[in-house]
């Protein structure tokens, strides 16, 4: 089934074209991957589905409804979540309450309900308690549920901002550059989380990676970018033998076969 | 005894707006230089109502607060989406132009004269209980989601909004909640004082409020409402240095953003947990001697 699709978007920054007509199409618990060089617009493309900057032309579709002008909220409302490059998490909340906060469009009750503490609230209190620390444990980090981010190490934190993109149990999972500055055994560690999710979780996965181990091992389908255009698409093998992707990859030829 | 009575009743006044910006200022990131604006508001509204109009003092109370609210919505509504820069920036013309506003009518407001003879009526226990409503309000709501979703938005705020945050939203209904408890106090002072004037709480004593928090720690509702209480009871006090409250404050604020950034309490709690706790340790103790 048709999950998300994108349709020739494109944004510019003054004059520079960060995306130009890029499009894909993405199935329902499939993995596939943005790769390209350094400023090729994978982490703008992300930013584009996930509403944190505005596409300036074409379409973005998430289970048939049309997304692209939807605010970020309303976008991981609908089961769209993230995890960015450069570790964003929240360092004046605990690792638990990190987690805990992206159920936030979730929560079905407001401030009064909270401060009269009902029953409902402390059911669902209780249940996001709950989810949060599973997600932790699948992930392990149950150990370091009270402690602060800032505390955690570089790689621990890393699967902290996968934790917290799994607590809304979305449908869709963008995950931006999530092996960068991880070691080879976390990077497999990273590797097998990545399966777990898409097979036991049945979330569809879109990764943006630079690691070609990892994207060669888990895709179904890879887009490559360069400067902003899609330049070539398809299955792991196809996209080695592509001769506009050996040209982009001049230099690093090693890293993509 | 009369005279601490009154130093009471003035920090406690002090400490009440103190965690109405805490909300804004310490969970929120938000700052406001305009937010002596809605004190100012809420005790013109109880002024006004009880000397001009003859209105019962309860009633003023309330109507204080649902004007508070209503200069809330009307800044905060267009403010709040502006980046945190251009919101200071805002807020304070806005508290400039509750101060000119009000020397400028005066026929009604009394300007620049102030306005005297506002009946006694916020005595010691009605401030002191406020204050505990207030502080168990506050203290609670950094528990709950609600606070939760403050720090998200105070940490980063893009993250926030990915996390499926609406942060617009979000911010008006927090400095909703502050405008309205400044303005609650705001009319009590007025009931406390008795005489009101234009320059009642001008911007410098708004930047105070958000002092006395960095100081005490974002982080912290104890060390905010502590460094209040310390601060605002010190210069009735020790009245003799009263110039030196300032100054000390200033050094204050210097040693702890130097060596103690997170503030005097970091993210301390004072609780009932940590106090039976506490208890736990001495009666071994006592009953070992």
């Known amino acids: 089934m048709e999950l998300l699709r994108v349709d020739s978007i494109s944004k510019s920054f003054g004059g520079v074209e960060a995306v130009k007509e890029f499009s894909m199409v993405q199935a329902d618990a499939e993995i596939t991957a943005i790769i390209g060089p350094n400023g090729a617009g994978k982490t703008t493309t992300f930013n584009l589905v996930s509403g944190v900057q505005s596409v300036d032309r074409g379409y973005v579709t998430f289970l048939g409804a049309d997304i692209t002008r939807m605010p970020p909220h309303r976008i991981q409302a609908l089961g769209v979540s993230r995890t960015f490059q450069n570790?964003?998490?929240?360092?004046?909340?605990?690792?638990?309450?990190?987690?805990?906060?992206?159920?936030?469009?979730?929560?079905?009750?407001?401030?009064?309900?909270?401060?009269?503490?009902?029953?409902?609230?402390?059911?669902?209190?209780?249940?996001?308690?709950?989810?949060?620390?599973?997600?932790?444990?699948f992930l392990g980090l149950d150990r370091y549920a009270g402690d602060k981010p800032s505390s955690l190490s570089y790689g621990l934190r890393r699967r902290l901002e996968l934790a917290r993109a799994l607590m809304p149990e979305p449908k869709?999972?963008?995950?931006?550059?999530?092996?960068?500055?991880?070691?080879?055994?976390?990077?497999?560690?990273?590797?097998?989380?990545?399966?777990?999710?898409?097979?036991?979780?049945?979330?569809?996965?879109?990764?943006?990676?630079?690691?070609?181990?990892?994207?060669?091992?888990?895709?179904s389908t890879i887009h490559v970018m360069d400067f902003g255009r899609k330049i070539a698409a398809g299955t792991p093998r196809e996209v080695r033998a592509d001769a506009k992707v050996l040209e982009a990859y001049l230099g690093d030829m090693e890293e993509v076969c | 005894?009369?005279?601490?009575?009154?130093?009471?009743?003035?920090?406690?006044?002090?400490?009440?707006?103190?965690?109405?910006?805490?909300?804004?200022?310490?969970?929120?990131?938000?700052?406001?230089?305009?937010?002596g604006a809605f004190i100012t508001?809420?005790?013109?509204?109880?002024?006004?109502?009880?000397?001009?109009?003859?209105?019962?003092?309860?009633?003023?109370?309330?109507?204080?607060?649902?004007?508070?609210?209503?200069?809330?919505?009307?800044?905060?509504?267009?403010t709040l989406k502006l980046r945190r820069d251009y919101f200071l920036l805002v807020t304070f013309m806005f508290g400039e132009m509750v101060r000119a506003l009000l020397l400028w009518t005066a026929q009604l407001t009394g300007g620049a004269m102030g306005l005297a003879g506002i009946p006694y009526a916020a005595e010691l226990p009605v401030i002191g209980v406020s204050t505990i409503v207030i502080l168990v309000f506050v203290a609670n709501l950094k528990k709950t989601a609600f606070g939760r979703t403050c720090i998200a938005i105070r940490d980063d705020?893009?993250?926030?909004?990915?996390?499926?945050?609406?942060?617009?939203?979000?911010?008006?209904?927090?400095?909703?909640?502050?405008?309205?408890?400044?303005?609650?106090?705001?009319?009590?002072?007025?009931?406390?004082?008795?005489?009101?004037?234009?320059?009642?709480?001008?911007?410098?004593?708004?930047?105070?409020?958000?002092?006395?928090?960095?100081?005490?720690?974002?982080?912290?509702?104890?060390?905010?409402?502590?460094?209040?209480?310390?601060y605002y009871s010190f210069g009735?006090?020790?009245?003799?240095?009263?110039?030196?409250?300032?100054?000390?404050?200033?050094?204050?604020?210097?040693?702890?953003?130097?060596?103690?950034?997170?503030?005097?309490?970091?993210?301390?709690?004072?609780?009932?947990?940590?106090?039976?706790?506490?208890?736990?340790?001495?009666?071994?103790a006592k009953s070992g001697g």
């Open chain 1, 87 to 137: 570790i964003r998490l929240f360092d004046g909340l605990s690792v638990l309450d990190n987690v805990k906060i992206s159920d936030a469009s979730r929560l079905g009750y407001n401030m009064f309900d909270e401060l009269l503490s009902s029953p409902r609230v402390r059911r669902r209190e209780k249940e996001i308690q709950e989810r949060a620390v599973a997600q932790l444990a």
């Open chain 1, 172 to 219: 869709l999972l963008l995950l931006d550059e999530p092996a960068a500055g991880l070691n080879a055994s976390e990077i497999r560690e990273l590797m097998d989380t990545i399966q777990q999710i898409q097979l036991e979780k049945k979330i569809s996965v879109i990764i943006v990676e630079h690691h070609m181990e990892l994207v060669m091992n888990l895709c």
């Open chain 2, 1 to 35: 005894m009369a005279f601490y009575t009154a130093v009471l009743e003035t920090t406690l006044l002090f400490s009440i707006f103190v965690l109405s910006v805490y909300m804004l200022s310490g969970l929120t990131g938000l700052f406001s230089l305009g937010h």
């Open chain 2, 41 to 78: 508001i809420g005790a013109y509204t109880v002024g006004l109502g009880t000397t001009r109009f003859g209105l019962p003092i309860w009633f003023c109370v309330i109507l204080s607060v649902v004007v508070g609210l209503f200069a809330g919505l009307v800044i905060g509504l267009p």
């Open chain 2, 157 to 230: 705020e893009l993250a926030a909004q990915a996390m499926g945050v609406n942060v617009y939203w979000h911010k008006v209904k927090v400095f909703l909640l502050s405008a309205a408890i400044a303005s609650y106090g705001g009319g009590l002072l007025a009931l406390n004082m008795t005489f009101i004037e234009p320059n009642l709480f001008n911007w410098l004593e708004s930047a105070k409020l958000i002092v006395i928090i960095f100081v005490g720690g974002i982080n912290s509702v104890t060390g905010s409402l502590f460094t209040a209480i310390l």
């Open chain 2, 236 to 284: 009735e006090v020790f009245r003799f240095a009263h110039v030196w409250r300032d100054v000390i404050l200033g050094v204050l604020v210097i040693l702890v953003i130097v060596f103690r950034s997170q503030g005097l309490f970091g993210a301390w709690e004072l609780s009932l947990t940590w106090i039976s706790s506490l208890f736990r340790k001495i009666r071994p």
